[in-house]
């Protein structure tokens, strides 16, 4: 199951990347902090769902639509009074994405995103003093569907995507976790 693979040839990189997402998040003391948070999210993210976009076949993730995270992330911002600006991340700032296969890896880790959701949310709601639910729509993901979603994509890869393939979904996965990373690095 592709699925199972990738877990487990992107658990080193995920680990890495999300030891620096918890120290960062840990340190969240206001709700300014926590704007920053969401920005470092917003950019990388709405750059990724533009490329991924374009090579997307939806005829293997046709609730593609639903899934999109720089809506929920503009609209917690724009809570806060910000307008997103369109400052997203460069290409070279990006993993590659020129084929279904690659938008598939990359997917695996925007999708993964929405797992630890719950408990950040709350942590940030008590950390930077947010009442309500509102400003947290990105980190609640896809609020009580959320496992249901995760299930859904990770059939709909295990299912669609042969043994010749995995390899590209992987490296691709992979590389969103060390291009996310150096992202995070690079706005600390």
């Keep these: 199951m592709l699925s199972a693979e990738l877990k487990e040839t992107t658990k080193i990189i995920h680990q890495l990347l ?3 997402m918890v120290v960062q998040l840990k340190s ?3 709700k300014e902090d926590y704007i920053k948070v969401l920005h470092l999210f917003y950019s990388f993210f709405a750059a990724l769902e533009v490329s991924v976009s ?3 076949d939806l005829y293997f ?4 639509a ?11 911002l724009k809570f806060f009074g910000i307008i997103p600006l369109p400052a997203l991340a ?30 950040i949310s709350k942590m940030m709601s008590r950390q930077a003093g947010i009442i309500g639910m509102c400003g947290l729509s990105f980190f609640n993901g ?23 393939e995995k390899a590209i979904v992987i490296q691709s996965a992979n590389d969103t976790f060390i291009k996310f990373s150096n992202w995070f690095d690079l706005h600390l």
Excluded at 143 to 158: C, G, S, V, Y
Aim: charged share 30%; aromatic share 8%; net charge neutral.
């Design 18 to 20: 999300e030891k620096k």
């Design 28 to 30: 969240v003391g206001d």
């Design 54 to 56: 374009k090579h997307l």
């Design 61 to 64: 993730l046709p609730d593609y």
């Design 66 to 76: 639903q899934r999109r995270k720089t809506k929920a992330l503009a609209n917690d």
């Design 90 to 119: 460069d290409k070279i700032f990006l993993p590659e994405i020129k084929n279904h296969l690659q938008a598939l890896g990359v997917l695996y880790v925007m999708e993964g995103s929405t797992l630890g959701g719950k408990i």
């Design 142 to 164: 896809y609020e009580e569907q959320t496992e249901r979603m995760w299930l859904t994509f990770k059939q709909a890869i295990d299912q669609h995507i042969i043994q010749d």
